[in-house]
């Protein structure tokens, strides 16, 4: 595996996009599901789900669930689009979508856990440990890293060393799965971590001999 020194010790992911869904960001998702209600997917609609996005990191509560942040989300896109009447039925799509994915994630976690420390690394709202919880996933856990709470973002490594101290591993010896080639895929290079991309289409991985991955359910067979 590209990057690896040594047996693999520790698997880190990132949460939205990977454990959610397989390859597709929450902004191509939501963009998906508000064009179903006809609402154009062009600039208008990036500055709405950046400006929601944005609005929503670290103010939330710790405990916020998973659904009430994609209902607040979702509400945040379709208020600056001017159609509040949408958010309720593309929230209800998009967490029907991704409480299937993650029940999924759930027991590829469930199966590498114990033979691996397993970790998840999130830019998120503050609130991932209870998402976690919520979500099934919390069980299966040795670290999930809020970027809110370390005070950094993907790529930032410092966010990367975060999870890796938690997990206590070295960065060779660990294995990051992202699907987004500028954070999660760079991040995890410059540190020197393997690193697995999970890709919805087309594309090239970032280093020549990287593992790519249409499924989180994949990685199992990757790491053997």
Same mark, same amino acid.
């Given at each position: 595996?590209?990057?690896?020194?040594?047996?693999?010790?520790?698997?880190?992911?990132?949460?939205?996009?990977?454990?959610?869904?397989?390859?597709?960001?929450?902004? /191509?998702?939501?963009?998906?599901?508000? =064009?179903?209600?006809?609402?154009?997917?062009?600039?208008?609609?990036?500055?709405?789900?950046?400006?929601?996005?944005?609005?929503?990191?670290?103010?939330?509560?710790?405990?916020?669930?998973?659904?009430?942040?994609?209902?607040?989300?979702?509400?945040? &896109?379709?208020?600056?689009?001017?159609?509040?009447? =949408?958010?309720?039925?593309?929230?209800?799509?998009?967490?029907? /979508?991704?409480?299937?994915?993650?029940?999924?994630?759930?027991?590829?976690?469930?199966?590498?856990?114990?033979?691996?420390?397993?970790?998840?690394?999130?830019?998120?709202?503050?609130?991932?440990?209870?998402?976690?919880?919520?979500?099934?996933?919390?069980?299966?856990?040795?670290?999930?890293?809020?970027?809110?709470?370390?005070?950094?973002?993907?790529?930032?490594?410092?966010?990367?060393?975060?999870?890796?101290?938690? &997990?206590?591993?070295?960065?060779?010896?660990?294995?990051? &799965?992202?699907?987004?080639?500028?954070?999660?895929?760079?991040?995890?290079?410059?540190?020197?971590?393997?690193?697995?991309?999970?890709?919805?289409?087309?594309?090239?991985?970032?280093?020549?001999?990287?593992?790519?991955?249409?499924?989180?359910?994949?990685?199992?067979?990757?790491?053997?």
């Amino acid at each position: 595996m590209s990057g690896a020194s040594g047996p693999v010790q520790a698997v880190l992911f990132d949460f939205g996009g990977t454990l959610d869904a397989d390859g597709v960001a929450w902004k /191509d998702r939501f963009r998906r599901l508000f =064009a179903g209600e006809g609402i154009p997917a062009g600039e208008e609609f990036d500055r709405a789900f950046y400006g929601a996005d944005d609005a929503l990191v670290g103010s939330v509560s710790p405990e916020l669930s998973f659904s009430e942040t994609v209902a607040r989300l979702s509400s945040g &896109v379709a208020e600056r689009l001017g159609r509040p009447e =949408a958010a309720g039925r593309v929230a209800a799509r998009f967490l029907e /979508d991704a409480r299937a994915h993650l029940a999924r994630s759930a027991e590829v976690l469930a199966r590498l856990h114990g033979r691996y420390r397993v970790g998840i690394v999130s830019n998120f709202y503050g609130n991932l440990q209870a998402v976690c919880r919520e979500t099934g996933l919390g069980p299966h856990l040795d670290a999930a890293i809020d970027s809110v709470i370390v005070r950094a973002e993907k790529p930032d490594r410092r966010i990367f060393e975060a999870a890796l101290a938690a &997990v206590g591993a070295e960065p060779s010896r660990a294995l990051f &799965v992202g699907d987004s080639l500028p954070r999660d895929m760079a991040g995890a290079r410059a540190l020197g971590m393997p690193h697995v991309w999970l890709r919805a289409g087309e594309g090239a991985a970032c280093c020549a001999g990287d593992r790519v991955i249409g499924s989180v359910g994949e990685i199992v067979e990757v790491l053997g």
